[in-house]
């Protein structure tokens, strides 16, 4: 049976428990499991190498993505790792170029010590991406709309430049989830979620997905998340089943919200730029309706030069200043010092990453409540 998304994001993956008819994947807190006999198993050895609750969200998230292969990792940052980790020393990656700052972190402090190097490249520019590519690129790597200045890539024609090169394309997926967008579909070979974010939905957990439909190339991935580890924990694999199951209705009602604020910052004479690929005067705007179903729920703005964006985030109340998105509260950040800190000044700015950015994921709380404490906050840092 052919099922809509809102019913794969219910009944996706495996649904319930066949031995006790528990409507609820349970919770299989175990680290080991009893062998029948030498080499005879029951489909489960040890919990790194395979959990059922584990086993259960790594379907559901495939399916989601109209994938074949999912694997689940105990953060963003260990999916990514997992996906690096299939490179060697002399290769080299097309990086889009404002990504999020723990990918730049990882490339640039940890792979680049192994001979793993990257070209940052605007791959909203086909152009470009084009020119860089060479015999010794392996993997264009891109997220759309980018972390954090929204930059749309076209998945789809990036991804006929790959298969033209030989070359693997990697999106990560995380600001617009499979309910919005789905990178396979549309010629990538990998798909990376941050799952922290809008597939847990509710701040309470750290998780990370790789999808894939290559058989050969998920062998690979399944080695290495067994050699590596960084695996995602049984009680964390089932909070996030369960924040996936509102996933729907919680996407429909953060969009609404963040089409609503970015079309008033757009008109309140408080910024100087908004970042969303929702207006239809965003650069990204037409290749977003293309090959998404909606504009997400993330903004970023400049502040005018008359507001101190200290001040600022000294004066916000219902909207919280931390670190990470998609959870059903709105959280505002500030990426030169915060997400993004990781990037050497000089190149932030380049690409447009100012001390002024704000960066903001909007929650599930009533609209006009965000909006009036946005602009108390703006107005009461006025230099």
């Not at 500030?334 to 100012?354: D, N, W, Y």
Request: hydrophobic share 40%.
């Amino acid at each position: 049976m052919n099922l809509a998304k809102d019913s794969i994001l219910i009944h996706g993956g495996i649904d319930g428990d066949e031995t006790t008819g528990a409507v609820s994947v349970p919770v299989y807190q175990t680290s080991t499991y009893k062998q029948d006999a030498l080499g005879k198993h029951r489909g489960w050895e040890y919990s790194r190498t395979g959990n059922p609750t584990r086993a259960a969200l790594e379907k559901l998230v495939a399916d989601l993505e109209q994938g074949k292969y999912g694997l689940a990792f105990a953060s963003g940052l260990a999916a990514i790792n997992i996906v690096l980790s299939l490179f060697k020393s002399g290769d080299r990656l097309v990086v889009s170029d404002n990504i999020y700052g723990g990918t730049f972190r990882i490339l640039d402090n940890v792979f680049k010590n192994f001979g793993i190097t990257y070209e940052i490249v605007d791959t909203s520019d086909l152009e470009k991406v084009k020119a860089a590519i060479s015999e010794d690129v392996k993997a264009i790597y891109i997220e759309t709309p980018a972390n954090p200045l929204l930059t749309v890539t076209d998945i789809k024609a990036v991804a006929e430049i790959a298969k033209q090169t030989g070359k693997l394309l990697i999106v990560d997926n995380t600001f617009l989830t499979p309910y919005l967008q789905r990178p396979l579909t549309l010629g990538a070979d990998i798909v990376i979620h941050s799952g922290t974010k809008y597939l847990g939905g509710h701040s309470d957990t750290i998780s990370g997905f790789v999808v894939v439909n290559d058989k050969e190339l998920a062998d690979r991935l399944y080695y290495l998340q067994n050699a590596i580890g960084g695996v995602l924990a049984p009680w964390d694999s089932f909070l996030v089943i369960r924040g996936i199951k509102t996933l729907g209705v919680r996407m429909e009602r953060h969009v609404k919200n963040a089409d609503k604020i970015a079309h008033w910052l757009n008109e309140s004479g408080y910024v100087s730029k908004v970042y969303y690929p929702g207006l239809e005067t965003d650069p990204g705007y037409e290749i977003q309706k293309k090959q998404a179903d909606g504009p997400g729920a993330m903004i970023s703005f400049v502040l005018d030069k008359k507001y101190d964006y200290r001040k600022f985030f000294e004066s916000i109340r219902l909207v919280t200043l931390a670190e990470s998105l998609g959870g059903v509260e709105s959280l505002a950040c500030h990426p030169a010092s915060m997400t993004h800190a990781a990037i050497p000044k000089e190149v932030r700015e380049r690409v447009g990453i100012v001390d002024e950015l704000i960066r903001l994921s909007v929650g599930i709380e009533d609209v006009d409540d965000l909006i009036k404490d946005l602009e108390q906050a703006i107005l009461n840092s006025e230099v």
